[in-house]
């Protein structure tokens, strides 16, 4: 613990380090409040709304863990088939990766056309940031499996289910909680996004309506909440992970 403890202790002194620097900068240079607040004001901010913010903060971390849910789901399953069909490998991969050369911004407004401006349009533009990722992480996971120890299972009369049970899945999860830390992080881009196209509530909503009134302290108050949310559900994914590799070297060993 005191190893872990001093090993945060740099990053600690450099987010001090950082919060001075704005304190100075803002009071030093006379900087306008809607263009760039005190560091002092956007704390009072989150202070003064906190039940509002509280409210708005659930909101958008329910939309980016359903979305994130989803596309976990989906991507394990994309992947299952990628691996196992070569006719999937030939079509469905490559339509995958071509998918990422369209814009996320360009495709988000046709999901508020589908799904309209209630849960559902949030989740499926979560869904855009967060399942690329896990898909295409977890086949190369699945790939990426060593075919000697493959080989060998098959010598000891191992069948297909043994062989993805004991072979596969665990080639492949270093390479799927990858994914998952990444789509983590930005599930919460994509729910702001969401919100920002339309929506009555969340964080994405609250800093638009503070934008549009030149509330800067207000807009960044929102912005650090959201930084804090996808850094949570980061060291979420990473715990996760910790958690179950650990758990599966203990069984080696």
Request: with cysteine.
């Amino acid at each position: 613990m005191m190893t872990s403890l001093k090993a945060k202790v740099p990053v600690l002194l450099f987010i001090l380090l950082l919060a001075g620097c704005w304190e100075a900068a803002t009071n030093l240079f006379d900087i306008p409040h809607y263009i760039f607040p005190k560091l002092t004001a956007v704390l009072e901010s989150i202070f003064d709304n906190a039940n509002v913010l509280g409210k708005h903060f659930v909101v958008t971390l329910g939309e980016a863990l359903l979305g994130l849910a989803f596309s976990v789901v989906c991507g394990i399953l994309s992947a299952i088939w990628i691996d196992s069909s070569a006719l999937a490998r030939n079509t469905i991969y490559p339509l995958i990766v071509a998918s990422q050369t369209i814009p996320i911004i360009a495709l988000s407004p046709i999901m508020v056309m589908w799904f309209g401006y209630d849960l559902g349009s949030k989740i499926a533009v979560v869904i855009l940031f967060t399942f690329f990722p896990i898909a295409m992480n977890t086949a190369d996971g699945f790939r990426s499996a060593d075919t000697e120890i493959g080989d060998l299972l098959r010598t000891m009369g191992a069948g297909k289910r043994d062989l993805f049970m004991k072979w596969k899945i665990p080639s492949a999860l270093p390479s799927f909680f990858t994914g998952l830390k990444m789509a983590a992080a930005i599930s919460v881009g994509g729910a702001t996004l969401g919100e920002w196209l339309g929506g009555e509530s969340g964080l994405g909503m609250f800093t638009k309506r503070a934008a549009n009134m030149l509330r800067g302290d207000d807009v960044f108050a929102g912005v650090l909440l959201l930084s804090f949310m996808g850094i949570a559900l980061f060291a979420a994914a990473q715990a996760l992970e910790k958690t179950m590799l650990g758990q599966r070297r203990t069984m080696k060993s």
